[in-house]
């Protein structure tokens, strides 16, 4: 490659020939002018949609023009000396921040004064310049130990200087001397998996990188790289001469090329500089930028994301289809095949399934389903070959209408959720492929929909399948979730819940209630596809419900016998109860793996627990009395008669919270330490903590506990409050964070000290919120009601989560006198939905108080969003 064509119309954005009239004494500040003139020129034009292929080739060409001055005026044309364009600068296109990188090859002598000159120069035009400096067997050196500085190479252009230097170089690192065609495949491949693993994994990730993620600008280049160095190519379409593009994917990898420089392009003028990652600060401008408007069903936002995941999802399907026909043409030769026939029309190779000819699908469109089936059914089958799916992705037309009411195909996609294996694996496949959404248009509509908020990790479509992947998992793996793990053993037809995962999420988009939406979609599924009258039921049933377990085990005081009671008479019978406890599981991993932790495990469990047994009438004895039979059995009979003596004097609300384990631990450290003040870590999980404190119950000790986890980086997630009938209190604490037994220490010490000590100093702590929820900082609602008697209020706060929310919340009751009677905290992601009791003087809250609570509240939360601007 040599000096870059000027573009139609370059006098627009530069007169080259001003250039030579510069004088020198300041030539360095009007060639800065110059560029920055012409760079506004560019960037004006990019927002009249000018076609972004000649814009940053235009750029290119344009910095080009400067580079070559500056050369010129530091004398270097003088030395013995190459200079080369790499990245994306040699292959002639650069975004308005991108880096402008070059390599300085020299022979015997380096003018070191000179080239620094050069390049400071650069830099003071504004340029971001990266640069290197070697001998071409330094180069070659270098590019013989690393696959990236090869690369580069591959993508080089001479520019100025001594031609033998760069044609020695490149002929020293082309693919006779280093880094064969094999070689270098492999290298690529796993530094793309690399790159993948880094940048999330997934094409969907809530803030995805257009560079460097799966389906980004990455994914285009491997493969113009890859063929560049196995068939001696110099650009994507020499794939189409050569056979292994088809010229329908060359046209969609162009389309998705210029679609993701589009959004490069103004992604850097928003954030006025290089930035590759589509952060929520610029989603909703960037959805402005391209004309996306908010309506009734969606947020503009929403449709952009949804349009930038759809292209991203076939680029990294494109992607990954070429590598695999690169990785069997390049690393398994003929020689190497190994073929398994499976009938006239499929074959295995080398562990891939093969159409054993294209006329397959387009005389007998049901083989596309049938190729899926037969994946899930052959041990011995890996994947799909890349032909094969190409195949697929060129057969989509035939999934018409008459194609979806085909019984045989019909019947073929039940069996795919009714087969024990690799469920997930191949609805995740058809859904990359596009046979999904297209044989199913209520799916294809949330492929790649996006929810702007914190708390869904991912697009729906992808949530979905993680959700149906997350059923399997608890089907086939006892050591994860053990109970649920222990329910699913006993669940007959389990394809009725990898069905209810598939469409628990289908109604979102649309308005109104997703939930309901939904269940009429799985009717119409269950009709459709003649499901027997009880699945078709349960299905409807669990899509509409799908969210109630979760709101009832984390909103709900589940000790309420009210509580367990109208939620039994909703579940009504056991079968429907074990689905739903699956399925909430499930759901609750898959919208974020992050939010499954070991409380809402206990939650869950809880809940299902207290509802079978109520479910089975015969089970209803005392549980009460139950629990501390149970726990009487853990203690040693010398202790017994102390601990009854206890007991006499704790409420029997606790018996039915705590577990016999809890009630036996706590019970024996009170007793071991004559009844003063005791602190007790009752459970350890991988997660965090449970900790009971026992002792005299006194103004603000909550917000002096609360205060206690908080410096130590602990969250509270859950606080019960049990006032004896001696003045004494009993509180239990579920704890996350990281932890060991030095951090415990330290804060059984710490807690022991505020069980000792009243509270003098109330401060104000500051919050803190990361930059992504600065974004969805959320005013708080807050609710005042009667508590569970007269003598209590009851406050219910919900408002966006923050470091500190909990201390300054318990410091502004502290500060009225007001006394805690009980809390229950709950987090939905970047939510928070906490509920207290509270009382002063043993008397419920004056409506004054409240106001004047509300208040202060909110005041924080605005002060932090008023940080935020």
């Given at each position: ?6 573009p139609?119309?370059a ?95 020299f ?59 760069y ?26 998996q690399?790159r ?17 993620g ?11 790289w ?145 190729l ?22 060129m ?16 019947a ?147 000790n ?66 139950q ?6 059995e ?82 509270v ?43 003098k ?52 009751f ?25 009382s ?30």
């Amino acid at each position: 490659m040599a000096l870059l064509a000027p573009p139609d119309h370059a006098e627009e954005y530069l007169n080259i020939i001003a250039l030579d009239t510069v004088e020198d004494d300041d030539y360095l500040a009007v060639l800065k002018q110059l560029l920055q003139q012409a760079e506004e020129k560019i960037n004006a034009d990019f927002y009249r949609w000018h076609n972004i292929t000649r814009l940053v080739k235009t750029r290119a060409w344009l910095v080009e023009q400067f580079v070559l001055e500056l050369w010129l005026r530091c004398d270097l044309h003088h030395h013995d000396l190459t200079l080369v364009a790499v990245g994306g600068f040699g292959r002639g296109d650069l975004q308005p921040f991108s880096d402008v990188d070059l390599l300085i090859l020299f022979d015997q002598v380096l003018p070191e004064e000179a080239v620094s000159l050069f390049i400071q120069n650069l830099w003071d035009l504004g340029l971001d310049v990266g640069h290197a400096v070697r001998t071409v067997a330094e180069t070659v050196q270098l590019a013989a130990q690393n696959i990236v500085v090869a690369t580069n190479l591959m993508e080089s252009r001479f520019l100025r200087g001594n031609p033998k230097l760069y044609r020695d170089m490149m002929t020293l690192t082309g693919d006779q001397r280093m880094w064969s065609g094999r070689d270098f495949f492999q290298a690529k491949y796993a530094e793309q998996q690399e790159r993948h693993r880094k940048c999330g994994g997934s094409a969907y990730n809530l803030e995805p990188n257009i560079k460097e993620g799966p389906g980004g600008l990455r994914d285009i280049q491997m493969v113009t790289w890859v063929a560049q160095r196995h068939f001696h190519v110099q650009s994507m379409h020499g794939l189409v001469d050569v056979g292994f593009l088809h010229p329908d994917e060359y046209i969609r990898l162009q389309k998705g090329l210029r679609k993701l420089w589009k959004i490069r392009f103004a992604l850097h003028l928003l954030a006025g500089r290089k930035e590759d990652r589509l952060l929520f600060d610029y989603q909703k401008q960037l959805a402005v930028v391209f004309g996306y408007q908010d309506d009734d069903e969606s947020l503009g936002v929403e449709k952009f994301m949804q349009n930038y995941y759809r292209n991203a999802m076939y680029l990294e399907q494109l992607n990954m289809r070429l590598l695999q026909l690169f990785k069997e043409n390049i690393l398994q030769g003929d020689e190497d095949k190994q073929v398994t026939l499976i009938n006239d029309e499929f074959s295995i190779i080398n562990g891939f399934l093969e159409v054993n000819d294209r006329q397959v699908f387009l005389d007998r469109p049901a083989a596309l389903f049938e190729l899926f089936h037969h994946y899930q059914q052959n041990p011995n089958v890996y994947g799909i070959r890349a032909n094969t799916q190409r195949y697929v992705s060129m057969s989509l037309h035939l999934i018409n209408d008459e194609f979806r009411h085909d019984e045989s195909v019909k019947a073929i996609f039940l069996a795919i959720f009714k087969h024990k294996n690799l469920v997930f694996n191949q609805l995740n496949l058809m859904n990359a492929l596009g046979v999904l959404g297209q044989f199913l248009p209520v799916f294809g509509r949330i492929v790649g929909r996006m929810q702007y908020d914190l708390f869904h990790m991912y697009t729906v479509d992808q949530h979905t399948l993680f959700v149906v992947r997350n059923i399997r998992q608890i089907f086939l793996n006892d050591e994860v979730h053990p109970l649920a793990h222990k329910v699913a053993d006993q669940f007959k037809r389990p394809y009725v819940l990898h069905l209810a995962g598939f469409f628990h999420d289908i109604g979102k988009g649309r308005g109104g209630d997703h939930s309901e939406i939904g269940a009429g979609e799985a009717r119409l599924f269950a009709e459709e596809f003649k499901l027997p009258k009880a699945d078709g039921q349960l299905l409807e049933w669990l899509v509409r419900h799908h969210l109630v377990m979760s709101v009832v085990a984390q909103k709900q005081d589940i000790n309420d016998p009210a509580v367990i009671q109208r939620f039994a008479e909703l579940v009504r019978r056991q079968r429907y109860l074990d689905a739903l406890y699956i399925l909430t599981i499930a759901d609750i991993e898959g919208t974020d793996p992050k939010l499954w932790n070991s409380y809402k495990d206990s939650l869950l469990s809880e809940l299902y627990l207290r509802t079978t047994v109520h479910l089975d009438s015969s089970q209803q004895a005392d549980a009460v009395a139950q629990g501390k039979s149970e726990a009487r059995e853990l203690i040693s009979e010398a202790q017994i008669p102390a601990i009854e003596s206890l007991w006499q004097k704790i409420p029997e609300r606790f018996f039915d919270y705590a577990t016999p384990e809890q009630v036996a631990a706590v019970s024996m450290a009170i007793v071991a330490n004559l009844g003063r003040d005791t602190v007790c870590v009752t459970d350890r999980h991988d997660d965090g903590f449970e900790v009971m404190l026992y002792g005299e119950n006194q103004l603000g000790l909550f917000h002096q506990v609360v205060e206690v986890f908080s410096n130590h980086h602990i969250s509270v997630v859950n606080a019960r409050i049990f006032s004896g009938s001696d003045g004494r209190i009993l509180d239990h604490f579920h704890c996350l964070g990281e932890y060991d037994q030095e951090l415990l220490t330290h804060i059984e010490a710490a807690l022991l000290t505020a069980l000792k000590t009243p509270v003098k100093e109330i401060r104000k702590r500051d919050m803190v919120a990361t930059r992504r929820e600065r974004l969805f900082i959320e005013m708080p609602e807050i609710t005042f009601t009667r508590g569970r008697d007269d003598s209590e209020t009851r406050v219910d706060v919900k408002c966006s989560d923050h470091d500190g929310l909990l201390v300054n919340l318990t410091r502004i009751f502290v500060s009225h006198g007001i006394d805690m009677q009980a809390a229950k905290i709950a987090t939905f992601g970047n939510r928070a939905e906490d509920v207290f009791w509270l009382s002063v003087n043993q008397k419920a809250l004056p409506v004054k108080l409240q106001q004047t609570i509300a208040a202060e509240f909110k005041s924080l939360l605005s002060d932090l969003s008023a940080d935020s601007h």
